[in-house]
């Protein structure tokens, strides 16, 4: 009997790591099926508005808003070009990059400062546009540029400009 006793033992303990495998795998199976995904912000789904910022003095506030239907990713920074002629894009301002990718639900906004000169930049010049990309996963230019007409008819840019990461709000994106 002790033995009739432990082989049914056995082969229920095994049915019940057998059961509880395939439970675990089905749990993550539906995990898998219902992660969503997200799109890459582009000009394409997003709103662009440049506006002249109130404080501190020679910065300007890039602001996209997802028009799009679904998530979007403001990956890195925005590549910006300071006039129809410009030789480079902006620099990007390493010190403003957040702990994570900004994400936008539709109708959400990401924020870049743009500090357009100081008195140690270089040479310099009153633009009118300002040409924006918006970078993919790889740093890469994502979708096509967008122009936009400058504040006040044109801003002054010299060498020192730069621009920030993209940032959730508007405080982070002036702090720097």
């Known amino acids: 009997m002790r033995?009739?006793?432990?082989?049914t033992s056995r082969a229920t303990a095994s049915a019940l790591v057998a059961v509880a495998a395939l439970a675990l795998v089905g749990v993550q199976v539906g995990t898998a099926t219902a992660a969503t995904t997200t799109a890459t912000c582009t000009t394409a789904?997003?709103?662009?508005?440049?506006?002249?910022?109130?404080?501190?003095?020679n910065h300007?506030?890039?602001k996209a808003t997802n028009t799009g239907?679904?998530?979007?990713?403001?990956?890195?920074?925005?590549?910006?070009?300071a006039g129809a002629d410009a030789q480079a894009p902006l620099a990007w301002f390493e010190e403003s990059k957040p702990q994570a990718v900004v994400t936008l639900k539709p109708g959400q906004s990401a924020y870049a400062g743009i500090l357009t000169s100081s008195p140690d930049g270089e040479g310099g010049a009153t633009?009118?546009?300002?040409?924006v990309f918006f970078t993919d996963r790889q740093a890469n230019g994502a979708?096509?540029?967008?122009t936009l007409n400058l504040p006040n008819g044109?801003?002054?840019f010299n060498s020192a400009a730069t621009v920030t990461?993209?940032?959730?709000?508007a405080a982070d994106a002036l702090a720097w």
């Open 165 to 169: 990461y993209w940032q959730d709000n």
């Open 154 to 156: 044109g801003v002054y």
């Open 69 to 81: 239907t679904t998530t979007c990713d403001a990956y890195y920074a925005p590549v910006l070009r």
């Open 45 to 57: 789904n997003t709103k662009l508005t440049v506006t002249e910022a109130p404080r501190p003095i």
């Open 127 to 131: 633009e009118k546009t300002l040409g």
């Open 3 to 7: 033995i009739a006793t432990r082989s």
């Open 143 to 146: 979708g096509k540029e967008k």
């Open 60 to 62: 300007l506030l890039l």
